[in-house]
């Protein structure tokens, strides 16, 4: 406590001490400013202090950091003191301009603040120092404009580390800031706040942070997990609590944190990667929703992660090539042998451990699922996320399936000159492992004349990378139009192309080299001499063969001036002086006759040149090899004369020479190995592609190691999510939460299960993640040791799990259901809460009698449906409201038994009730109960007060009428859908049959559950039947075509809002809770004068509930009401509800007020439904 | 991630920074000003350059370097693209992006590069949010600020970050609801010497100027989505539902956007639309160069060729033409040795040419490299791929748009080789 004290009253002891100093030099400015500050009783207080103790302060406090602010007050005394004489140099250029802005940012007026700001920021913005103003800048911190406010916050970000102390004076602001209601601010003040870089705060951005990461903002916690990486950059010690948060953030769920936490944790702790277990399959199924930018980081952490977890996908592949080894040699002479080699020692290693288990490789599902999640962002419109994908694929997918990325790849070349640069150096290193890849996209990279050098070059080395037999013609053609270019590098780069695919392709070896020898012709030195240099190469492979190439360079010794080229053909004459023995000592000759006059490295090679001749032919060359040395002997250049002597020594045998000379021959002519033309970018795979290392092929300062493949996988378990009690409860709601998140791109993905059997590994995992929670571990790890098919049977039998499960409840549900007609239902339904209600205590007697008498006051019993359910709201509120933990715990053994069907019902007691209602709906489903013969009037009465809407008219429909409403029911089915009872009417001479839907047209993200076909509609009889339809929370329409044996027509469905909720329980607490988080923008309020009819409660909460599906939250006056306290003068109404597809809590408040006047106000997340719903709402009560 | 950005200046001036995390010297830029005078062209300037304590990324967009200051492995994309986001951001604020602009709209730029990256990292990089944070310049709002004294900063507070649909601002109101896409495609190829194609790909982009009011979903169906070979989507567009049925279904951001771009696969044959019937010689001991040069349409489906301009890179030995345009008008820089012709529209009866001689120094031998001849050209009313919209449906409003649909097709880089 006392460390936690201590740290937190520092910087408000420095806030004090420096605001005295602070004080100070304002005081002095308004002492010189004409204008005297209104602020007067400060000044008498500055004024009290005596100058002494002032510049004691001063030493004190403003001693390291503060030399800006102390230079300000020097300034200040002098100009005091003796009128202006000597301030600091910088100060003099503009002091008048500055002392113009610090009165501008005195004065009162906004404008004119703003316009001292927007100068200083253009001060900033051209790099001029405008430390000077820190004091006059940070007072406005608190300024009510708010663009004055963000231009402070500019300055104080760029000044604050210069000038610690001052910028201490603004904390307070922020920490004010943090506390605030609206998120935006709370964010905007964790933002500025962890972005001043001042040490001494760092325990209050450590609060601040965590505070944050606890926000229920989401927009807060993000900022949080920006703010992460800034404090550990200020203080690197603060490691390790950092991390906590760091885990913290991890967990959300929501796609706006999960970007800025996994860069924070790229900065702060990329070694831990255990944090992301937990995490990973989250991650993988945000990931499309994530921001752009957060897409790269997230990816590229994933990568790394998967090399540390997954096994090798290629493992197998090489086990093939293995067993059909021979082909191999076949390929003997491709570049890339060694490597392979190597490759094939790692595999042997590799195989050896897959031998010893005696198990074929099978992909992780997770692995798996990694793939599928980041394949649909290579369409994405950001190339580095492109990229991203791209290398992702590169190190981990199987061989098979790196293809993809190719596509996409080419697509960025269309991008600026600099993507494609980058582009271009990844794309050259994945073509010298992956060739196939890219064959088909050859054309794509070829030069057009426009293209800068750079990028020419680098195209001219996927071109070379790419070429093999079949292709080599016409790259070869495409090689000889570059050589015409005008740009010479370029074409001395071609020509060094042109060697490297004459050594990598036996074929065209010839042909290259006959090509090459033309350009030996060629009318621009460069070029010449560029094809001499690799010409030598190419000799050099096969020396036997070129003898007359040999002789025709020879030849050019007489043109060629380019010291480089003159030195290579030199050099071949003299290394295969054999091949051309006439004409090598003619050439010594030559040169021996220009010695004096060639460059350096060429008489180097004339040296050599003879020395070799002279050994291979003594007679003809002894005079000229002794010539030559003698002039060597005296030449400028101490290499040469050193040379020049070395060789003399060792070849010329005089008796002074020692055993050396021996062996003159074989160092001299001892056999070189040809050189290996190979590509720079060969091995840069070992760098993460994409990366700035790769790019540099240097590593760069922070890069992660990209790890191996380990041998034997990781135990996969460690992913699966654990459901402990409390996320087990909030599991399903996870689910929806994601709904929420990603309304665009879900569509299949949250609710696909079990139809995408492709791509049901990923369904397996999220199922023990959510289902089958309590033995998820124990069926991941099987599916790890299984082979391949045993990964479908896994997931069959989670689905019979599942099914097992539902059977299970079914059971119970058919047979209670037997004889379901709603009527029954309801009288059931009223037995079993009267059984209860017998059994509660008297305070809730009364409620039910309170709500039984407005039972029978209200004529149809479509509000008694809302009652019912408020009373099942009341019920459970006594045994939640002592222990709420109570409630939760009920809650977690609800989703025990996976009763996916229903929703989450408040209490125990209430459950036969929904056992019943979605009786009656499954037996609706199976369109056994609802025959003629229970149609009677008393069953149609109930839904027929719900609102019925025209599907169908019976003109149009040709004597099929149809009606619709909402029945207000769940929908067994499934949970997410709003169902719709429908009512066929026959009003024909005929009948109608094969009643069914067909072609239904949707928005995306929509579904629909068919209602099942009503064989035969006898004339003039009626039918129910209910269909399911997930609105996805929109009040879009869904269109279909309802289809008789004869006839089909267009019809279609679209909700009022007001049925797109379910009803909730909330006691008067977790309302107001629940309230107090969707404040703002999340609220909408409006005033209404109550319609006469309307002013009473049990009127308004029937209207209330008529409009929309929500159960009324009983108020506190309620609960100790006995008809004895007169009920409040102004009762404020609660209802609740949570939209159907997303969970979202829907809260309408009306409240009254005197002679009519009304507020209605309403909280919900989803704006769209908040903003309608009061519109309903509002005619529902004013009309 | 980023920590400083330098912008520099043709002439070599560093005329704007701004730093995200400590101060970061301007003299780092040295290394950069070396590796310009080692490039010979400005665009040959490496986008990627170590220093030993830094590194420096740069992009080169209307003659303005932006240098991004880097101290750690990030991934160089990742710099870039945010780099081209910042310029594309200043465009749309400012129309234009030049040194004079961004110096008028100093703090603008600041505020927006601000929002733009926190610490380093990007925060908010969608136009529609940024224009909610902070309103772009106009004539009208600056005469008005000034008398006012108010504010270019958004009085409200950016609810777009906190959307679903952060691309879209909210409480969009239009009197006119209009919806108009343009299919743009550009024709990139090479040609060879004798006139038959060496490449040709198809790239297209639609672009969208979306008003319309209220949060419209709106759906774009084609007639031939099988011709789109890859494509790249805005974040609006619903991937999943293209992979289904290949519908374009979204929420369109407000005003301008690129809802997409494709590639028309290079195994479909691509219809050349014009042709270039070239003789360009040099004679062996003669000064004198021929120059002929004719262009006709071909396979444009009736449509006119418009805005038409050739430019070629003549060889070096070139002094100066001396050519005669059938219609049109030529330049030819003696200095860089570039000729155009801005030749307007080609009318198949008389086909636009451009005939003379070129003098080259006297004295020197003929060059042996040819001039490729870059063509630019547009065609109205046509994709060239054959590309057609179906059909364009709004939900989740109730007014009736207007909708427009425009194609055209461009050169894109279009070389004939001679």
Redesign the interface.
Same mark, same amino acid.
């Given at each position: 406590m006392t460390t936690m004290q201590r740290l937190l009253q520092l910087p408000v002891n420095a806030v004090n001490m420096v605001k005295t100093v602070q004080s100070q030099v304002q005081g002095q400015e308004e002492d010189k400013s004409p204008v005297l500050s209104p602020d007067n009783g400060q000044q008498t207080w500055y004024s009290a202090l005596q100058p002494d103790e002032l510049r004691h302060l001063r030493s004190g406090g403003t001693g390291g950091g503060g030399g800006g602010g102390g230079d300000q007050e020097e300034r200040g005394f002098q100009e005091d003191g003796g009128g202006g004489g000597s301030g600091g140099g910088s100060f003099q250029s503009q002091p008048l301009r500055h002392d113009d802005l610090k009165e501008m940012l005195d004065s009162n007026?906004?404008?004119l603040k703003?316009e001292a700001m927007?100068r200083i920021?253009?001060m900033?913005?051209? #790099?001029k120092n405008a430390s000077d103003l820190f004091p006059a800048v940070v007072k406005n911190v608190a300024c009510k404009?708010?663009?004055v406010k963000?231009?402070v916050?500019?300055y104080l970000v760029?000044y604050a580390?210069e000038q610690q102390d001052l910028a201490l004076l603004s904390i307070s602001t922020f920490q004010r800031g943090l506390k605030d209601p609206?998120?935006?601010?709370r964010a905007s003040a964790l933002?500025v706040l962890?972005?001043i870089?001042v040490t001494i705060i760092v325990p209050i951005m450590m609060l601040a942070i965590k505070e944050a990461a606890s926000d229920m903002?989401?927009?807060v916690r993000k900022?949080a997990a920006?703010?992460i990486? @800034?404090l550990y950059?200020l203080d690197p010690e603060q490691k390790d609590q950092l991390i906590e948060v760091i885990e913290k953030l991890l967990a959300d769920k929501t796609t706006?944190v999960a970007g800025?936490v996994v860069?924070a944790f790229e900065e702060v702790c990329p070694e831990r990667i255990d944090l992301i277990h937990k995490n990973y399959r989250k991650l993988c199924n945000l990931l499309?929703d994530v921001?752009?930018?957060g897409q790269?980081v997230i990816i590229?952490m994933l990568t790394r992660y998967a090399r540390t977890q997954f096994l090798n996908p290629n493992i197998n592949e090489s086990l093939l090539e293995e067993g059909g080894g021979g082909e191999k040699t076949f390929y003997g002479s491709d570049e890339d042998e060694d490597e392979d080699d190597e490759e094939k020692e790692k595999e042997k290693k590799v195989e050896a451990a897959a031998m010893a288990k005696r198990k074929p490789y099978v992909m992780d599902p997770d692995h798996r699922l990694l793939l599928r999640n980041t394949k649909?962002l290579l369409?994405?419109?950001?190339?580095?996320v492109?990229?991203?994908v791209a290398q992702l694929y590169f190190h981990l997918a199987p061989k098979a399936e790196v293809g993809v990325i190719a @596509?996409?790849l080419?697509?960025l070349l269309?991008s600026?000159?600099?993507?494609q640069?980058?582009?271009l150096q990844n794309v050259a290193t994945m073509t010298i492992k992956r060739r196939g890849m890219f064959e088909p996209y050859l054309?794509?990279f070829?030069i057009?004349?426009?293209d800068?050098?750079?990028i020419k070059i680098l195209k001219l080395e996927v071109l070379t990378n790419l070429a093999n037999e079949t292709n080599i013609s016409t790259i070869l053609r495409?090689f000889q139009?570059y050589i015409?270019?005008?740009d010479k590098d370029f074409v001395a780069a071609t020509i060094q192309a042109i060697g490297r695919c004459a050594t990598n392709i036996g074929e065209v070896r010839d042909t290259c080299l006959n090509g090459l020898v033309q350009l030996l012709s060629?009318?621009?030195e460069l070029v010449v001499a560029e094809s001499v240099v690799v010409i030598k190469k190419l000799l050099q492979m096969q020396p036997e063969k070129h003898s007359d190439i040999i002789k025709h360079m020879a030849k050019l010794t007489d043109n060629i001036q380019v010291p480089m080229a003159r030195a290579s053909i030199l050099w071949l004459i003299g290394e295969y002086c054999e091949h051309v023995p006439k004409i090598a000592p003619d050439v010594l000759r030559k040169m021996a006759k220009s010695f004096t006059n060639e460059e350096d490295i060429v008489k180097l090679q004339i040296l050599n040149l003879a020395a070799k001749l002279y050994l291979t032919n003594s007679k003809q060359t002894k005079l000229l090899t002794q010539y030559v040395l003698n002039l060597a002997k005296y030449d400028q250049n101490y290499d040469i004369r050193d040379r020049a002597r070395f060789i003399r020594q060792l070849i010329v045998p005089t008796e002074k020479s020692g055993a050396l000379s021996k062996y003159a021959k074989k160092l001299f002519l001892a056999l070189k190995p040809a050189p290996v033309l190979e590509s720079p970018f060969k091995d840069r795979d070992h760098f993460q592609l994409?990366?700035?290392?790769h790019?540099?092929n240097?590593k760069? #300062? #922070?890069?992660?190691e990209l790890p191996d493949w380990p041998e034997t996988a990781p135990d996969p378990s460690v992913r699966n999510v654990e459901v402990p009690e409390w996320t087990k409860c909030s599991s399903r709601e996870k689910r929806k939460e994601k709904k929420?998140?990603k309304?665009?791109?879900?569509?299949?993905?949250g609710e696909s299960g079990p139809t995408e059997s492709a791509d049901s590994e990923s369904d397996s995992a999220s199922g023990s993640e959510s289902g089958s929670g309590s033995e998820g571990s124990g069926t991941g790890s099987e599916s790890e040791e299984s082979e391949e098919a045993s990964v479908s049977e896994e997931e069959d039998e989670e689905e019979e799990k599942k099914t097992k499960k539902r059977e299970s409840k079914k059971p119970v549900q058919e047979s209670e259901s037997e004889q379901s007609s709603e009527e029954e239902d309801r009288k059931r339904e009223r037995k079993s809460k009267q059984r209860k209600s017998e059994s509660e205590s008297e305070s809730d007697e009364e409620e039910d009698s309170e709500s039984d008498s407005s039972q029978s006051e209200s004529e149809d019993s479509e509000s008694e449906a809302e009652i019912k359910k408020k009373k099942k709201a009341a019920e459970s509120k006594p045994p939640s409201k002592p222990v709420k933990k109570d409630t939760k715990k009920e809650k977690k053994e609800m989703s025990l038994l996976d009763l996916d069907d229903f929703e989450p019902t408040p209490s125990p007691q209430v459950t036969p009730v929904n056992n019943l209602l979605s009786n009656s709906l499954v037996t609706d489903l199976e369109g056994l109960s609802l025959s003629d013969a229970v149609l009677s009037p008393a069953t149609i009465a109930p839904s027929s007060a719900l609102k019925s809407y025209e599907l169908l008219h019976r003109i149009t429909g040709e004597g099929l009428s149809v009606e619709y409403c909402f029945s207000r029911q769940p929908f067994s089915p499934d949970a997410n859908m709003v169902a719709v009872q429908m009512h066929f009417t026959n009003n024909s001479t005929s009948d109608t049959k094969n009643l069914h839907m067909e072609d239904v047209k949707l928005?995306?993200g929509m579904r629909v559950k068919d209602f099942p076909e009503i064989e035969l509609l006898p004339a003039g009889e009626k039918a129910t039947a209910v269909m399911g339809i997930d609105f996805c929370d929109?009040t879009?329409a869904a269109n279909f075509q309802l289809c008789t044996h004869t006839r089909k027509f267009f019809v279609s469905i679209q909700p009022p809002v007001g049925e797109l909720m379910r009803p909730v329980f909330l006691t008067e607490n977790e309302f107001k809770k629940e309230q107090g988080q969707l404040m703002g923008?999340n609220e909408i309020a409006e005033k209404l004068t109550l319609d006469a009819k309307c002013r009473n409660e049990h009127a308004i909460v029937q209207r209330v509930t008529t409009a929309a599906n929500l159960s009324r939250v009983p108020c506190g006056s309620d609960k100790e009401c006995s008809p004895l306290v007169p009920p409040p003068e102004h009762p404020v109404y609660r209802f609740a509800g949570r939209t159907v597809t997303s969970g979202s809590l829907v809260l309408v408040t009306v409240a009254s007020r005197e002679e009519g006047a009304a507020q209605l106000m309403v909280n919900c997340e989803k704006?769209?439904i908040g903003t309608m719903l009061v519109k309903d709402i509002l005619l529902a009560l004013t009309q | 991630?980023i920590h400083s950005l330098f912008l520099i200046n043709a002439s070599g001036d560093?005329?704007?920074? @701004?730093?995200w995390?400590?101060?970061v010297s301007?003299s780092v830029c040295d290394y950069f000003f070396e590796a310009q005078e080692r490039a010979?062209?400005p665009?040959?300037v490496?986008?990627?350059i170590?220093t030993p304590h830094h590194?420096l990324i740069?992009?080169?967009?209307h003659r303005i370097y932006f240098v991004a200051v880097?101290?750690?492995?990030?991934?160089?994309?990742?710099v870039?693209?945010?780099l081209?986001r910042v310029v594309d951001t200043f465009q749309d604020y400012f129309g234009v992006c030049t040194e004079a602009a961004i110096k008028d709209n100093?703090?603008v730029?600041?505020?927006l590069l601000?929002e733009m990256l926190?610490?380093g990292?990007?925060?908010a990089?969608e136009s529609n949010i940024l224009k909610e944070l902070i309103k772009p310049p106009t004539i009208l709002r600056t005469m008005v600020n000034t008398i006012? #004294?108010s504010?270019?900063?958004g009085?409200q507070?950016?609810?777009g970050?906190?959307s679903?649909v952060?691309w879209r601002r909210?409480g969009v109101k239009y009197t006119n609801n209009e919806a108009y896409f343009d299919v743009v495609e550009e024709i990139?190829a090479?040609i060879?010497k004798s006139g038959s194609t060496?490449?040709a790909?198809i790239?297209g982009v639609i672009d969208a100027c979306v008003k319309l009011t209220g949060?419209p979903?709106l759906t774009l169906s084609f007639m031939n989505p099988r011709l789109l070979?890859?494509?790249?989507?805005?974040?609006?567009v619903?991937?999943?539902?293209w992979?289904?049925e290949r519908i374009l279904?979204f929420i369109p951001p407000d005003g301008n956007f690129?809802l997409l771009?494709y590639?028309v696969s290079?195994q479909n044959l691509v219809a050349i639309p014009v042709y270039v019937k070239h003789n360009i010689t040099f004679r062996e001991g003669s000064s004198q160069g021929r120059f002929d040069l004719t262009l006709g349409p071909k396979q444009t489906m009736g449509k006119a060729v418009e805005s038409v301009l050739v430019s070629s890179?003549l060889?070096?030995g070139v002094l100066n033409a001396n050519l005669n345009p059938s219609q049109g008008t030529y330049t030819f820089d003696p200095v860089t040795k570039l000729l155009t012709w801005d030749v307007g529209k080609i009318n198949p009866q008389k086909l636009p040419s451009l005939k003379g001689t070129m003098n080259l120094q006297a004295g020197a031998?003929k060059p042996?490299?040819?001039p490729?001849i870059?063509i630019q050209f547009k065609i109205q009313q046509m994709a060239i791929s054959g590309l057609k919209v179906n059909r364009l449906d709004m939900?989740?409003e109730k007014y009736k748009p207007f909708k427009g649909i425009k194609y055209m097709t461009k050169a894109g @880089?279009f070389?004939v080789?001679t």
């Open positions: 007026k906004d404008s703003l927007k920021v253009a900033i913005a051209r #790099g404009n708010i663009e963000k231009l916050y500019v760029r580390e609206n998120q935006l601010i933002r962890s972005s870089r903002s989401p927009y900022t920006h703010a990486p @800034k950059s706006l800025s860069m499309i921001e752009e930018w790269v590229n649909p369409q994405s419109r950001n190339a580095a492109v990229m991203a @596509k996409a080419v697509r269309r600026h000159s600099e993507v640069y980058v582009v054309k794509s070829y057009r004349s426009t800068p050098t750079q495409e139009t015409k270019s005008m060629n009318r621009d994409g990366s700035l290392s790019l540099l240097a760069a #300062g #922070g890069y992660q929420v998140e309304p665009f791109y879900s569509d299949s993905e928005q995306s929109s879009q923008m704006m769209l | 991630m560093i005329f704007l920074e @701004k730093h995390k400590s101060v301007r010979t062209e665009e040959n490496p986008p990627v170590p590194y740069s992009v080169l967009r880097i101290q750690s492995e990030v991934p160089p994309l990742f870039i693209e945010f081209h100093v703090v730029v600041y505020e601000e926190d610490n990292f990007p925060l990089t006012t #004294g504010t270019n900063v009085e507070l950016p609810t970050q906190l679903v952060p909210t990139d090479i060879d060496i490449t790909e790239q949060m979903d070979d890859d494509v790249s989507f805005h974040p609006c619903r991937f999943k539902r992979e289904a279904s690129r771009s590639h290079s890179q060889p070096r031998s042996d490299e040819n490729t870059n939900y989740g @880089k070389q080789r």
